[in-house]
């Protein structure tokens, strides 16, 4: 069972079409949308197997900046939704699709936004934390009984609990140390600082990098680097690290993730070797090993992706050599001196991971 009529309430078993139905929906809006959209999620109960939910799919977006939302008003209407503004919630786009049986909410916030954050962590600690998901089920189902007629108080009526789940995600969450100063052979990687902006800029301003790196087309200024750093130092979803030679100390490049799911450990990973004199001597291949090795044995992550432009065969036979698999192709996804050239999608898992 798939939607509701408008203003009702009801609450059903897990089923597993639900999963199916987001990812279908998934797909239409990141055709739609999907230029504005740095993440989307499927959250709420019917993300967690075998809680008892509203049979409505709510879907979180990840915008890189608030007023990009306003951007995707026209487009997501076209494909059936209604938009709502933020409905009650400062700093949300908030959309539900056009119909009398509802069928699916979705929910815009700027990717670093708390709010965002919140409804990453609340769904991960339920999919874990089996006992937590069944004390949630049982209370929306008394829930549901006695507000059936009143989806306000029943939504009020379960904050005290999704609150405190949040509280404790948040406790497991910060127990992990994303600024760890890691040692490889010939290079250490160390937490980036406002300090490093300067020298980053320079990096991702160079004209040959930017044709060989997926790090974006656009010149960056300091103020965007140094605002960048802030962000990804205050996150609990990221790491930005320094590769710096170890035989003086010079920063030579970069190498930073993100989690793209947290419960099944699962990143996205960007690195670079900025200075072109440290080209050819092994520090990236000891940058990377290191790091990987710290994903996987330190972090835990179960999983790294990263992107290539087809056009940098050498970072390419780089990667395979590492282990990690060619799994995609995005066709012709960037334009480089006038001519579309695709971008490769790699992944490693750590069970193949191996330092050769």
């Not at 990973?269 to 990987?292: C, H, N, P, Q, S």
């Amino acid at each position: 069972m798939i939607g509701l009529k408008k203003g009702t309430l009801n609450v059903v078993p897990y089923d597993p079409e639900w999963a199916t139905f987001f990812s279908q929906e998934k797909q239409k809006i990141l055709d739609a949308v999907g230029q504005y959209m740095v993440a989307i999620e499927h959250i709420g109960s019917t993300a967690v197997k075998g809680i008892w939910a509203k049979p409505i799919i709510d879907i979180a977006i990840g915008l890189k900046a608030y007023e990009d939302g306003f951007k995707c008003v026209g487009p997501l209407e076209e494909i059936g939704y209604v938009y709502k503004g933020e409905f009650g919630i400062a700093g949300r786009h908030y959309f539900r699709t056009d119909a009398d049986i509802v069928t699916c909410h979705v929910h815009m916030h700027e990717v670093d936004s708390e709010s965002y954050k919140n409804y990453i962590l609340f769904r991960d600690y339920l999919r874990v934390h089996k006992e937590a998901a069944s004390v949630y089920s049982v209370l929306k189902k008394d829930l549901m009984k006695k507000h059936r007629d009143d989806r306000n108080r029943y939504t009020k009526a379960k904050a005290d609990f999704i609150n405190e789940v949040i509280q404790k995600a948040r406790a497991e969450h910060d127990t992990i140390d994303l600024d760890a100063l890691i040692q490889g052979t010939s290079v250490c990687l160390r937490p980036v600082t406002l300090k490093d902006a300067s020298i980053i800029r320079k990096w991702h301003n160079d004209p040959e990098l930017i044709q060989l790196a997926r790090i974006g087309r656009e010149k960056t200024t300091l103020k965007q680097e140094r605002a960048d750093i802030q962000n990804a130092r205050k996150s609990k979803d990221q790491a930005y690290h320094i590769i710096v030679k170890q035989s003086d100390d010079t920063a030579i490049g970069f190498v930073r993730f993100n989690f793209i799911d947290r419960t099944s450990g699962n990143v996205w990973l960007r690195v670079m070797i900025g200075e072109k004199a440290a080209w050819g001597k092994g520090y990236a291949r000891d940058a990377l090993e290191t790091y990987l090795r710290w994903l996987f044995d330190d972090i835990g992550i179960h999983r790294v992706t990263l992107e290539c432009y087809s056009t940098n065969m050498r970072a390419v036979k780089f990667y395979e050599r590492l282990g990690f698999n060619k799994e995609g192709v995005l066709r012709e996804a960037v334009l480089i001196d006038g001519t579309y050239h695709d971008v490769f999608s790699f992944g490693l898992l750590k069970r193949d991971f191996t330092v050769k």
